[in-house]
């Protein structure tokens, strides 16, 4: 049953040899890869102007400024970006650079911050998406952190399903949006334009007037800043393209910069004409749809497709979080099966541990998008600052034709983005910034601690094959017993198929003198050509008189010898036959195997009944 449920979620298993039919065209890499950036326009202005609308309404011209100031940040992005995917077409982004220009300590750091954003992604996505229905219907808001939750589980079957089915569902709602937004601003400017609508260009336009402080401004510019978050995923990902990788993935990040700039730009500029603040119980889109559009079908078009970007933005974490875990597993910093494909030759266990964490966020802060967007940016901007900062490294280590140029770009990148991390953790410091500071620490810490390990068992194991051969040794055979059964007849089988018989000890454990005479009798008419060992429990435990005999024998063999711990165990029919049986052969194996240096082998013996 378990099996046919999850043919019918995932799918059948694909081969290894159809690795490359999972690469991308541009056309769906865009909405796959950019929708996490291009969703951002749906909360990026309403967090610039939530700043600015606690100062005074006559604040709110400043969201103009502070709109072209990110689109120009954008700008800067998005060239240096392209010169990452050029010199790094193996994806990775900001991890793989900072190993190989700036080393491994800022590599984990680069790392983690990834790991975090992609999370925050998820979370912030999903409920941003979340708000916005119910905005349409409000007498879905108590349900938020369900819906929340479905919408992930929804989105982590789609990617269990493989990159190209879940690329194929989620383009045609990216493209929807941005056909949608591009409606909107166009039929909002027109509205302006031909006087349907009023615009008062007497409002004050002035610092002073506004009560506005250059803290205040720059606590709205960070805050606006999260609009950039998503524009290194196609960096990241970029194997995932068709070939010639690297030149379809730079133009497929150049496209995005130029939707982005438009869609943010013109959301601003329409949120300013018309007169839009926050709302607790509407988002600033949906209040720019309804003034341009009213409570009609375009409205709920826009409100349809807002959030359904917004629930897909989610999806680029999907394609990164995972790719990048793979990396650092095959590194050594995280568990090793984050770098095994699943059945539709997707990293499973990425795509699952990213689902779990993010719905954890997500019913932590009770589905409220606000209280996650504080933690969001920092992750983002530090990873930025570290892939420029290597670049810069790069460039001047090379010194090729144009170096100098590319040394700039990169260079400024490095800059703005490091000015953006210190004033978004000043200002969001006390909002929840704080903790993204204390957690990168613990993660870069839970790095180390595995590759730590992973290195002390790699020296561990390693066999110096000039001087080290396998030596024939001698076995003893220690064979638990509780009656004479076909279970065991099979295992004293094949442990005279490993040793002599005089190796071979049967352990029988009693709670009565009765009971072991009796055993012992049936064992001598049986006479399996096998010696046994009767010891008496008097209180009731079966594994701590066994696990003494062991010792006592392990400590009578040769030095160099082996001491092998033989389990009978049958297996049953069906699951729940299993819990009418006792699991004693599952407690004698895994005392064994976490307490003492011996060999254990389970003899199966599957029942027909």
């Known amino acids: 049953m378990i099996r046919e449920l999850k043919r019918f979620l995932i799918g059948r298993p694909m081969k290894t040899s159809q690795l490359d039919h999972e690469r991308l065209p541009k056309w769906k890499a865009l909405p796959i890869l950019s929708s996490d950036a291009l969703s951002s326009v749906a909360y990026g202005t309403e967090a610039i102007l939530g700043v600015l609308v606690a100062v005074s309404a006559s604040a709110m011209w400043v969201s103009l400024p502070i709109s072209l100031a990110i689109v120009l940040l954008l700008t800067t992005l998005i060239l240096s970006y392209r ?44 409920t941003a998406g979340v708000a916005a229905i119910t905005s349409a219907f409000p007498a879905l808001l108590e349900h938020k952190v369900l819906i929340a939750v479905l919408l992930v589980l929804v989105i982590m079957v789609l990617n269990l399903r493989g990159v190209t089915e879940s690329a194929t569902v989620f383009s045609y709602p990216t493209y929807a949006f941005i056909l949608g937004l591009l409606v909107l601003i166009g039929a909002g400017l027109f509205s302006l334009r031909s006087g349907h609508v009023n615009f008062d260009l007497s409002r004050p336009h002035d610092l002073a007037i506004s009560g506005i402080t ?27 393209f068709r070939a010639p990788e690297s030149k379809n993935a730079a133009n497929t990040l150049g496209i995005l910069g130029i939707l982005l700039a438009v869609l943010f730009s013109g959301t601003s500029l329409l949120s300013y004409l018309y007169h839009i603040a926050p709302h607790p119980n509407a988002t600033v889109l949906s209040q720019v749809a309804e003034q341009v559009f009213g409570r009609g079908g375009m409205y709920y078009y826009i409100q349809g497709t807002t959030a359904l970007i917004l629930v897909l933005a989610a ?22 099966q984050f770098t095994l494909r699943g059945d539709r030759l997707g990293y499973s266990i990425g795509i699952i541990a990213l689902s779990v964490a993010a719905i954890v966020l997500i019913v932590a802060f009770g589905g409220n998008t606000d209280a996650l ?47 953006v991390l210190v004033i978004f953790a000043v200002t969001k410091f006390d909002e929840g910034a704080w903790v993204v500071l204390l957690i990168l620490p613990v993660i870069i810490f839970c ?13 561990e194991l390693r066999v110096d094959i000039e001087r080290v051969h ?25 442990a005279k198929s490993l040793t002599r018989p005089e190796n071979i000890i ?47 024998a392990e400590a009578r063999v040769s030095e160099g010898d082996f001491v092998t711990l033989l389990v009978p165990e049958f297996i049953t029919r069906r699951w729940w036959h299993r819990i009418l049986h006792n699991q004693t052969s599952l407690l004698i194996k895994a005392w064994a195997l976490h307490s003492r240096d011996i060999i254990v082998i389970s003899v199966p013996y599957r029942l027909k009944h």
Request: aromatic share 12%.
């Open 506 to 552: 049967c352990v029988y454990i009693g709670f009565d003198f009765e009971t072991i005479h009796a055993f012992e009798e049936k064992w001598r008419r049986w006479n399996p050509g096998v010696r046994l060992v009767s010891i008496r429990s008097q209180y009731r435990s079966i594994l701590r008189p066994l696990f003494r005999f062991i010792d006592s």
């Open 373 to 419: 967007i504080p933690l969001y940016a920092i992750g983002v901007f530090l990873s930025f600052t570290l892939s420029q900062t290597g670049m810069v490294r790069r460039w001047f280590r090379l010194r090729d034709r144009g170096w100098q140029g590319k040394a700039l770009i990169n260079g400024i990148g490095a800059v703005v983005s490091l000015v």
């Open 83 to 126: 010169q990452i995917i050029h010199a790094y077409p193996g994806g990775g982004g900001a991890y793989v650079v900072s190993k190989d220009q700036l080393g491994d300590k800022f590599a984990l750091i680069a790392g983690a911050s990834l790991l975090v954003d992609y999370t925050l992604t998820v979370a912030v996505s999903v």
């Open 214 to 240: 250059w803290f205040v401004i720059l606590q709205a510019f960070s805050s606006g800043c999260s609009a950039l978050t998503g524009v290194e995923a196609i960096s990241n990902a970029t194997p995932n």
């Open 315 to 336: 999806n680029t974490s999907f394609t990164g979080f995972p790719l990048l875990a793979a990396l650092m597993a095959r590194d050594g910093y995280m568990p090793r």
């Open 470 to 494: 396998p030596q024939q040794s001698g076995n003893l055979v220690i064979i638990p017993v509780s009656s004479i059964s076909q279970v065991v007849n099979e295992s004293l089988s094949y």
């Open 447 to 459: 790095f180390l601690m595995i590759h730590r390990h992973y290195q002390a068992i790699a020296s």
